[in-house]
C-alpha cells in the first residue's frame, strides 16, 4: 500500500511538472501541444494495441469523445500561454480553482445535488484569488514596465479560463467513462485534440497569422518526449491502474496538491538560475493567497468524505428504526 501511495505521488509530482516544461520547451503553446497529443496518442495507440484492447467504436460515439478532445486541446493551450504571459506560479494559482468550477458545473450537467459547503469553499478559493490578484499587481508596479503588471494579471485570468475547462471536459468525462474504457477514451480525446490543432495550424496564416513554427530545437525533443511519454501516456496509464487499488478520497486528496509540487519546482528553477524563470521572485502575499486557494481544495475531500459517512450513519439509524 506504502508504494502505491508513494508512486501515486509521483504521478502528481509528473503532472506538477508540465508547467515547468512548458517553459523549457521554446515552441509556441498552440504548437507545443500539438505535439504533445500527437506523441501521446501514437503512444497510447501503441499500448492499446499491447494490451489488446479494441480501438474501434461506433462513428457517432467517436465524434462525442473528438468533441471533447476540442476541449482538452483549448484548455491545454491556455495553460501553456497562462505560464507563458506569467509565471508558472501564478499559472498554477490559477489552476488550483479548477475544483470551485467543478463544484459549480457538476450540478448543472451531471444534476448532482449541490452541496452548500461547496459554495463556501468556493466564496474561500475568490478570496484567495484575489489576494493572489493583488499580490500580483503590486509586484507588479513596482517594477519599471507597466507591460509586466497587465502580463502577470492576464496569465492569471488565462489560468482560471484553462480550469474551468479543464473542470468542463472533466465533468463530461464522467459520463463518458461509463460507456468507454479509460484508455480508448483517452487516445480518441487526444487525436481529436491533435486533430483540431491541425485543422487550425493550416487554416491560421489564411487569415493572416503566422505559419506554423513545427521545427522544434533538439533539446525540445527531449522535453516533448517527457511530457507526452511520461507526464502524459505514462502518468496517465498509471493513475488508472492506482485507482483499481486506492480509495477515490485518497487520489483526490493526492491530485490536489499538483499545484504545491509546481509551485515548489518553479521556485526551485528560480533559485538554482534557470533561465525563462525570473518572474517566480514572488510577494508573501502572493503565496498567501495561494494557500488560501489550496486550504480550500484539499478541505473539498475531507467535507465530501465526511458528508458520505454523516448519511452512511442517518440510513443506518434508519434501518435500526424500521426494525425495531
Not at 86 to 109: F, N, Q
Not at 267 to 296: C, H, N, Q
Request: charged letters at 15%.
Amino acid at each position: 500500500m506504502l508504494k502505491d501511495y508513494l508512486r501515486l505521488h509521483f504521478i502528481v509530482f509528473l503532472w506538477g511538472f508540465t508547467a515547468i516544461l512548458g517553459k523549457l520547451i521554446s515552441l509556441p503553446p498552440v504548437e507545443l501541444v500539438f505535439f504533445r497529443t500527437l506523441i501521446a496518442s501514437v503512444g497510447l495507440a501503441v499500448l492499446l494495441n499491447l494490451r489488446q484492447q479494441p480501438m474501434r467504436i461506433p462513428g457517432r460515439q467517436a465524434l462525442r469523445l473528438l468533441g471533447v478532445g476540442v476541449l482538452v486541446a483549448v484548455h491545454w493551450i491556455t495553460f501553456f500561454l497562462a505560464a507563458r504571459l506569467s509565471s508558472v506560479s501564478v499559472c498554477l494559482a490559477g489552476m488550483a480553482t479548477l475544483a470551485l468550477w467543478t463544484s459549480v458545473l457538476e450540478p448543472v450537467l451531471l444534476r448532482k445535488k449541490f452541496q452548500f459547503y461547496e459554495m463556501g469553499l468556493g466564496l474561500l478559493t475568490l478570496v484567495g484569488l484575489y489576494i493572489v490578484a493583488q499580490a500580483v499587481y503590486g509586484s507588479a508596479t513596482g517594477s519599471a514596465a507597466g507591460a509586466n503588471e497587465h502580463s502577470q494579471l492576464l496569465g492569471l485570468a488565462v489560468a482560471v479560463l484553462s480550469a474551468g475547462l479543464g473542470a468542463l471536459f472533466s465533468v463530461l468525462n464522467v459520463k463518458l467513462i461509463q460507456e468507454h474504457p479509460p484508455l480508448r477514451l483517452t487516445f480518441y480525446e487526444m487525436a481529436g485534440a491533435c486533430l483540431v490543432i491541425v485543422v487550425y495550424l493550416v487554416a491560421r496564416p489564411a487569415f493572416g497569422g503566422p505559419l506554423p513554427q513545427l521545427d522544434p530545437k533538439p533539446l525540445d525533443w527531449v522535453w516533448l518526449l517527457v511530457l507526452a511519454g511520461v507526464c502524459t501516456v505514462y502518468a496517465f496509464s498509471a493513475s488508472v491502474e492506482l485507482m483499481k487499488r486506492l480509495s477515490a478520497f485518497a487520489l483526490n486528496l493526492t491530485i490536489n496538491l499538483e499545484p504545491v509540487y509546481g509551485i515548489a519546482l518553479a521556485v526551485l528553477m528560480f533559485w538554482l538560475g534557470v533561465k525563462g524563470f525570473d518572474a517566480e521572485r514572488l510577494s508573501l502575499g502572493f503565496y498567501l493567497g495561494t494557500l488560501v486557494i489550496l486550504l480550500s481544495v484539499l478541505i473539498h475531500p475531507l467535507l465530501d468524505q465526511w458528508q458520505q459517512r454523516r448519511r452512511k450513519a442517518s440510513a443506518d439509524e434508519a434501518v435500526e428504526m424500521v426494525e425495531r
